[in-house]
Nanobody
Framework: QVQLKESGGGLVQAGDSLRLSCVAS???????MGWFRQAPGKEREFVAA????????YYSDSVKGRFTISRDNAKNTVYLQMNRLKPEHTAVYYC????????????????????WGQGTQVTVSS
């Protein structure tokens, strides 16, 4: 089972961009990969997911058109490009993986992912 480590978070101003990275300790080509976030006092929520080959991507309505998920299986890395950030995007962002042939409906729910990183803090000031 791979281990995941996120990086790239930080303190930025509204309108700025950030790119989060999630590096795995081993091959990720057989894993569906996802990004989730958790703001203080709120439940963890789905942000984006990507198919094993990277051919299909899925987003929550709140980030569609603003965030982009991608992956480089050769580098065992998944990315989350976040543009035009807003204060409401402030949260701890988690990378997650699950073994499945496709994202499907289950890919939108954190309970279906069995491997998690430790998270990286993103803070957007107004």
């Amino acid at each position: 089972q791979v281990q995941l480590k996120e990086s790239g978070g930080g303190l930025v101003q509204a309108g700025d961009s950030l790119r989060l990275s999630c590096v795995a300790s081993g091959q990720i080509s057989n894993y569906i990969m996802g990004w989730f976030r958790q703001a203080p006092g709120k439940e963890r929520e789905f942000v984006a997911a990507i198919a094993r080959s990277g051919s299909d991507t899925y987003y929550s309505d709140s980030v569609k058109g603003r965030f982009t998920i991608s992956r480089d299986n050769a580098k065992n890395t998944v990315y989350l490009q976040m543009n035009r950030l807003k204060p409401e995007h402030t949260a701890v962002y988690y990378c997650a993986a699950k073994t499945a042939p496709r994202v499907g409906t289950s890919g939108y729910y954190s309970k279906n992912y069995n491997i998690w990183g430790q998270g990286t803090q993103v803070t957007v000031s107004s």
